[in-house]
Every structure is written in structure tokens, then in C-alpha cells.
Nanobody, 122 residues
Framework: VQLQASGGGLVQAGGSLRLSCAASGRIYSSHIMGWFRQAPGKERDFVAL????????FYANSVKGRFTISRDKAENTVYLQMNSLKPEDTAVYYC????????????????WGQGTQVTVSS
């Protein structure tokens, strides 16, 4: 599976952005799609995931209530709606695909998009 992330940009604190991750190739119902982010000098951290088939979702505590992950099966695309953005959300955001049924570990994801920069100004 090849992934193409887009939608990043510069936004003021309190603003919103929607990231997209278009997948080419088959995503099985049991697979999960996730969003991770990496700030300068820091490790890549889990943000959110969605089970492709039934749509179960899970979020990092730092984004819960502000971010929403969703998917469009017909378009083979996963989205990350980010509201109430904070300066600490500034990072490169990556989408990934895991053949596992559930994981927040980056090591369990075997396909990654190229990353899209999100910058939140205070």
C-alpha cells in the first residue's frame, strides 16, 4: 500500500485543519490506519487510529476531544480533523497502515505516507 498525506499548513492557535491520507492498494477490513506526529528533536508519537472495517477509533490523550479520525472506504482515504489547535500540536504528521488489528506502536505499521507539516502559531 502506498500512502499520500496532504492538508498540512500554518494556522493560528484555536484554528482547524483537516489532513487527508489517500491510499493506493487494498486495505483489508482487519487493518488499521493511524496518524502519528513528530516534532523537531522528538520521537514519532501516536495520535489516532481507526479500524478500517468497523471504524473503531482510539486517540492519544493529548488530542482526545479535539481531533477526529475518519475514513472513506469508497475513496480509500483516511482523514484527521483537527480542531482547537494548540502550538504544541506543531509537528510533521504521518499516516500509516498496520496489518495488525490494533496498535499504537509505530513499529507495527508497515506503510507510511511522506508526512505533512502542521504549524500552529500562538
Amino acid at each position: 500500500v502506498q500512502l499520500q498525506a496532504s492538508g498540512g499548513g500554518l494556522v493560528q492557535a484555536g484554528g482547524s485543519l483537516r489532513l487527508s491520507c489517500a491510499a493506493s492498494g487494498r486495505i483489508y477490513s482487519s487493518h488499521i490506519m493511524g496518524w502519528f506526529r513528530q516534532a523537531p528533536g522528538k520521537e514519532r508519537d501516536f495520535v489516532a487510529l481507526i479500524r478500517w472495517g468497523i471504524g473503531n477509533t482510539f486517540y492519544a490523550n493529548s488530542v482526545k476531544g479535539r481531533f477526529t479520525i475518519s475514513r472513506d472506504k469508497a475513496e480509500n482515504t483516511v482523514y484527521l480533523q483537527m480542531n482547537s489547535l494548540k502550538p504544541e500540536d506543531t509537528a510533521v504528521y504521518y499516516c500509516g497502515r498496520s496489518p495488525r488489528e490494533w496498535s499504537t506502536r509505530g513499529l507495527d505499521y508497515d506503510s507510511w505516507g511522506q508526512g505533512t507539516q502542521v504549524t500552529v502559531s500562538s
